[in-house]
């Protein structure tokens, strides 16, 4: 199966529990962008949009959609709820509060009672970004040439580091 560009069927849901984490969430985006790889952008709220959340995690399969990236702050159960509906892996992304830094995201995101996993990330940019990753891999076995991109996108980051070892150069 071949996946051609982004402005093909997408493969991978982005969902987030408010406009507010965008700013975060979009590193999950342009990174998926990166790596030529089609995806859906959302706001379902646990607390706000609940019906919608069951709808969304429900019929995501059925949409073709392969991996689903949640991001939530605070009292974070979006990730969870999402999983409890759906079979299709879900990563979750703590996203940063202002009063306990993101750490109330974490908690609630990773302590998940077994039987409905979440594969949760680190706090922030850098969680929106593996999550990408993530699941680029995640549909690396099955797809070959999202594999390829990610490699190339590891070599590149570890020639960037090579080849520019002094930090004090621009
Ligand atoms: C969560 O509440 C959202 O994921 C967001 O991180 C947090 C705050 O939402 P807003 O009050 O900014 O809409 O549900």
């Known amino acids: 199966m ?12 982005i969902i987030m529990g408010s406009r507010s984490d965008w700013e ?30 069951f709808e969304y995690a429900a019929t995501a399969e059925a949409r073709g959609i392969e991996v689903i990236i949640a ?10 709820m999402t999983a409890a509906k759906t079979v299709v892996p879900v990563l979750g992304v703590p996203v940063q509060t202002h009063t306990l830094h993101g750490l109330d995201s974490l908690l609630s995101i ?6 409905v996993p979440v594969g949760t990330l680190a706090i922030g940019r850098a969680g929106a970004v593996n ?8 549909l690396g076995t099955k797809y070959p040439e999202i594999r390829e991109r990610l490699r190339r996108f590891r070599d590149e980051q570890t020639r960037a580091v090579l080849e520019n070892p002094d930090p004090r150069q621009a």
């Open 71 to 80: 991001g939530a702050g605070g009292a974070a159960h979006l990730p969870g």
């Open 24 to 53: 975060t969430m979009s590193h999950a985006a342009s990174t998926l962008d990166h790596l030529n790889i089609p995806y859906e952008v959302r706001v379902v709220s646990a607390h706000r949009t609940p019906d919608l959340m």
């Open 131 to 138: 999550a990408a990753l993530l699941a680029a891999a995640i």
């Open 2 to 13: 071949q996946v051609t560009n982004a402005s093909s069927r997408p493969l991978v849901g």
């Open 110 to 115: 990773v302590q998940m009672p077994a039987g």
